[in-house]
């Protein structure tokens, strides 16, 4: 029991109405003005300071989304154009829900979703990394699916920057060390370094669920009597305030302004919740389920009754506490770690509570589904809360920020690469070679990878540094799933609407590699500030570019993440719009491998290479330059390209998309993966075949004579523009007429940056 004190001074819904010029702290939470003046229209009264907190948690960036919804509604009218056209027969749940489900076949399902934990990371690298992984985990389970994977696309700031140094490894650990104590494998993800991330630092967490038709479970309170329970861990005072405050502004030149604690995770709860809530499934007593993540109860309680057909009432002292001195607001805005809040018929209250103490979980009734429509919370009898759980959840405010192209854009994109000196001799294509393998962004990141556990659970048939993660799904028929998270900041600096297609293409182009049919995407849009006009510009290209993208390749938004206010002072992060796409394959023993198998392979180019640097880690490594316009989008090519890619399963030894870095760069790593070399003869211009970032190509080999022409009839079917590069050989990357580098000094040129500079 609270202290005589603590009640004495309890701010109830009575206190509210009779006291209306109480003054609130609703600056200091985040409110605007006009926002604190809806609230208490809404309510016909000054909000009670519980109240307060629910609103403000609620109403900010991260989970109200009032800068972004009004763009982010064309990914939910792509989805009803689709499903118009036939075309999203697969999509099984999405935009609205926890995560997005796509039939895959079988009577199987995947979940799959993508989300940033920016700020709290960089705030306290170890544990925003780690609870970011726990978050994305319980979006995924509670759609009632297994975690299958995990994936961690990063930002970080130079690599020679202090701070860096501070960040990466905090950050690297929290997530190797979280996904590591669940036993989930981490089968891909990026590494970017970049000026504009210093201070920055993008945290962004993918995760995988499996699950069969029949055990999709969604987020709502329906039928009235029906129990409220709150499992998992205690509520304690980490992470009050948490994300949705530290996301939801910019960082000043030391940090954020607002410094509300992080959560501490514990991974091994995280675990016991997991087949916790599994077997609850399994035994069919849950009617509702939700995670808690950003802003912990009031997000829970509001949107599970929102979504639901009554109401709900919530006895708040009922909930488990690690921390006795909490008040009910502090309760409300917790963001402590592994929690999940049930809806259960009251029979099957005993048999949930039950299951829940054979894991060792606590598990506590706090609640009940009532008949009329209000969120309605006591504090040791005395009424805290009596809302609109939609207005809370729901119908936070709108913002129609203004947005328009900035004049530099001009000056931007004027400046192209094409003034730039070329490499003049083969002596400088070689050294250019390798200067970009080893550069922060092109070379090997086993620094980082080797701290994942990539095999745990024995379903992992492709990770890291395979261009997409693959996972089998069902052991008896080898049906499985790939997945690829991809953004290159630069091109989306150049042009937001190309830059984010051209995630999406490569994305896109990695999961066929492998083999897998692209089905669908998940996306983090990771930007700065949305009261900057010129950052709005570039959000609302970016997803202009995405849903138009989607529309032509015929694959729904599942859903996704958007994080702000990702700036220091007044330097932005480059927009950022990480694009994960999940394809399936009917048989992951007939995956197509990155890596050159073996020598004696015939090795082709697939798709046209145009002279395209602007933009590129040749621009950027060699002359510090950014500027013109990115490499051209052709969606047409990229779906072509991927038909061909998946029908020639079995024809390719080998497959490896060129992105960053260009042929060159696909050429090292395609030799380094088994140690065979290769040799090459380029019939243009040497510096732009092996350099330009031309989007829709893929480096591949065959065995022999038969494969290679069947693959010429393949590419000619497709509309895939097909050539002849050269042979595996030799212990060399060879390029006939310019260079030779010997496998040894390439392999120690790339493997050396990050040891080195974190050592």
């Known amino acids: 029991m609270p202290e005589t004190s603590t009640l004495a001074h309890l701010d109830t819904v009575a206190n509210a109405a009779t006291d209306p010029g109480h003054e609130q702290p609703w600056a200091e939470l985040g409110l605007k003005a006009d926002e604190y003046a809806r609230i208490r229209e809404i309510l016909g009264r000054r909000p009670t300071s519980s109240e307060l907190a629910m609103y403000s948690v609620m109403w900010s960036e991260h989970c109200s989304y009032k800068s972004s919804k009004v763009h982010l509604k064309q990914f939910s009218e792509l989805a009803d154009q ?73 930002r970080f700031g130079p690599l020679d920057a202090p701070d860096t140094h501070r960040v990466l490894p905090g950050i690297v650990a929290g997530v190797g060390g979280y996904g590591n104590c669940l036993g989930l494998p981490n089968i891909g993800g990026e590494a970017v370094f970049d000026e504009t991330y210093l201070g920055n630092p993008l945290v962004n967490a993918l995760c995988v669920g499996v699950l069969r038709h029949e055990d999709l479970h969604l987020a709502k309170a329906s039928g009235v009597g029906n129990q409220v329970i709150l499992y998992g861990a205690r509520t304690g005072g980490d992470g009050i305030g948490g994300v949705s405050v530290l996301a939801s502004e910019t960082f000043d030149s030391t940090g954020p302004a607002k410094r509300p604690s992080v959560q501490v995770g514990d991974p091994f709860m995280e675990k016991l919740l997991i087949e916790c809530t599994l077997e609850l499934f399994a035994a069919g007593i849950v009617a509702g389920i939700q995670d808690l993540g950003g802003a912990g109860l009031s997000c829970a309680t509001s949107e599970l009754a929102s979504a639901g057909d009554g109401g709900m009432h919530v006895e708040l002292d009922r909930v488990p506490l690690r921390d006795s001195s909490l008040a009910p607001e502090e309760i409300l805005m917790s963001e402590s770690q592994e929690r999940m809040m049930a809806v259960v018929e009251p ?376 050539t002849s590069l050269g042979q595996t050989r030799g212990d060399s990357l060879s390029v006939t007429g310019l260079f030779d580098v010997p496998l040894e000094e390439l392999r120690t040129a790339w493997t050396v940056t990050l040891p080195a500079a974190l050592a």
């Open 347 to 722: 029979d099957d209250v005993a048999a949930f509570l039950a299951i829940c103490e054979k894991w060792e979980v606590d598990a506590t009734v706090i609640g009940e589904v009532t008949d009329g429509d209000r969120l309605q919370i006591d504090w040791h009898g005395e009424r805290v809360v009596d809302v609109p759980p939609r207005s809370v959840a729901h119908d936070g405010p709108t913002y129609q920020r203004p947005f328009a192209r900035p004049d530099s854009q001009d000056v931007l994109q004027a400046d192209g690469a094409e003034t730039l000196p070329p490499p003049s001799s083969a002596d400088e294509l070689r050294d250019t070679l390798l200067r970009l393998v080893a550069s922060p962004n092109l070379c090997d990141k086993s620094w980082i990878t080797d701290q994942y556990d990539r095999y745990v659970q024995g379903n992992t048939v492709l990770a890291q540094p395979s261009d997409s993660g693959m996972i089998r799904v069902d052991d008896d028929t080898n049906l499985g799933v790939a997945v690829s998270t991809d953004c290159n900041g630069r091109f989306a600096l150049l042009d937001p609407y190309a830059g984010a297609q051209l995630a999406l293409a490569e994305s896109y182009r990695n999961v066929s590699t492998g083999g897998a049919t692209p089905l669908a995407i998940s996306d983090c849009l990771n930007f700065g500030s949305p009261e900057d006009p010129a950052v709005m510009w570039q959000f609302a290209e970016a997803c202009r570019g995405l849903k138009d993208a989607c529309l032509e390749l015929g694959i729904p938004v599942t859903g996704g993440n958007v994080s702000l206010y990702n700036q220091t002072g007044e330097t932005a992060i480059l927009p950022t719009p990480v694009v994960a796409v999940l394809g399936v394959i009917e048989d992951v023993t007939r995956r197509t491998p990155t890596g050159f198998p073996a020598a004696g392979q015939q090795v082709l180019l697939l798709g046209e290479t145009r002279e395209e640097l602007s933009g590129s880690e040749w621009a950027h490594v060699v002359h510090g330059h950014l500027g013109g316009t990115p490499p051209r989008v052709d969606l047409a090519a990229e779906r072509g390209l991927s038909e061909l890619l998946v029908e020639a399963t079995g024809v390719l030894s080998s497959a490896h998309d060129l992105s960053d870095g260009g042929l060159a760069q696909a050429l090292a790593e395609s030799c380094l993966r088994n140690g065979v070399g290769v040799r090459v003869e380029l019939a243009g211009d040497p510096f732009v075949e092996l350099f330009s970032e031309s989007a829709g190509r893929v480096l591949v080999t065959v065995d022999g004579p038969d494969d290679e022409e069947r693959l010429f009839d393949l590419a000619a079917e497709h509309g895939v523009p097909i």
């Open 82 to 154: 689709l499903a118009q056209e036939g075309r999203t027969g697969k999509l099984l749940a999405g935009i609205g829900e926890n995560a997005g489900v796509i039939d895959i076949g079988q009577g199987y399902a995947v979940t799959f979703k993508v989300e940033s934990h920016n700020h709290p990371s960089y705030v306290e690298p170890y544990q925003g990394a780690a609870t970011g992984v726990g978050g994305i985990v319980r979006d995924i389970l509670a759609m009632g699916a297994r975690p299958v994977a995990v994936m961690d696309p990063l």
